[in-house]
């Protein structure tokens, strides 16, 4: 079945460092999704990325979709304490259907 | 309303017991979703629905895993014989159009059996 792999699976950087999580499919992808979820929290939708090589940003945080469209990254620019938290890539599952399957998550500690 | 409500946020159940969770999808959502994420942070998907007709279902345990989503009611899942191993945040999700849409997640049911 899809399956996607996200890498490292922690990530303990200092206050203003970078951070950049990564999530590669064996297959092509149609569309990958990001969210956030704070410790204790509830996952939150980042952005979608659809389009071949697409990058968008908001804010801090860059995100990238891949030509082959087969691997995302999400990148972090000069952390702070409020972007602590474990993100997760996700992509639909294109058989059965409406359903998102999960990467395995990073989860980012920062030390101020 | 404009939030996945999900209820009770804790529950506590002795092992065997039953226990039932509730979500509220946004208005106007088609798709529920239940995901279930044990301590290892990964989501597990259990079921999704099209309005009160399951959709997918091959991530529940059937034999003591059931969900509804009944007009004008808030979805349910439901455990009997709860087992240990069930203890874990379960999340409810709803999106507009299913494939490929976005969802949006409820802040999840904290069940714990002892």
């Known amino acids: 079945g899809q399956q996607v792999m996200q890498i490292p699976q922690y990530q303990h950087v200092q206050e203003g460092e970078d951070f950049t999580t990564y999530c590669n499919s064996s297959?092509?992808?149609?569309?990958i999704q990001w969210y956030k979820q704070r410790p204790g929290g509830h996952p939150v939708f980042l952005i979608q990325?659809?389009?071949?090589?697409e990058v968008k940003k908001q804010k801090r945080l860059t995100f990238q979709f891949g030509e082959a469209k087969k691997n995302s990254s999400l990148h972090i620019t000069a952390t702070q304490t409020t972007d602590v938290g474990t993100y997760f890539c996700a992509v639909p599952l294109i058989q059965g259907a409406q359903k998102l399957v999960f990467g395995q998550g990073t989860r980012l500690t920062i030390n101020p | 309303g404009e939030e996945v409500a999900q209820t009770p946020k804790h529950l506590v159940r002795g092992e065997g017991q039953k226990a039932k969770l509730y979500c509220a999808p946004i208005?106007?959502?088609?798709?529920v979703f239940w995901y279930q994420q044990v301590l290892k942070n990964e989501f597990k998907f259990l079921i999704s629905f099209q309005n009160e007709n399951v959709f997918d279902e091959t991530g529940m345990p059937k034999e003591r895993f059931s969900a509804k989503c009944l007009p004008n009611s808030p979805c349910s899942l439901e455990i009997q014989a709860t087992k240990l191993e069930d203890s874990a945040v379960y999340f409810c999700?709803?999106?507009?159009?299913?494939?490929?849409?976005?969802?949006?997640f409820g802040e999840g049911s904290w069940l714990t059996v002892v």
């Open positions: 297959t092509t992808l149609s569309n």
């Open positions: 999700a709803s999106s507009q159009t299913g494939y490929g849409n976005t969802i949006y």
């Open positions: 990325l659809v389009k071949s090589g």
């Open positions: 208005k106007g959502h088609s798709y």
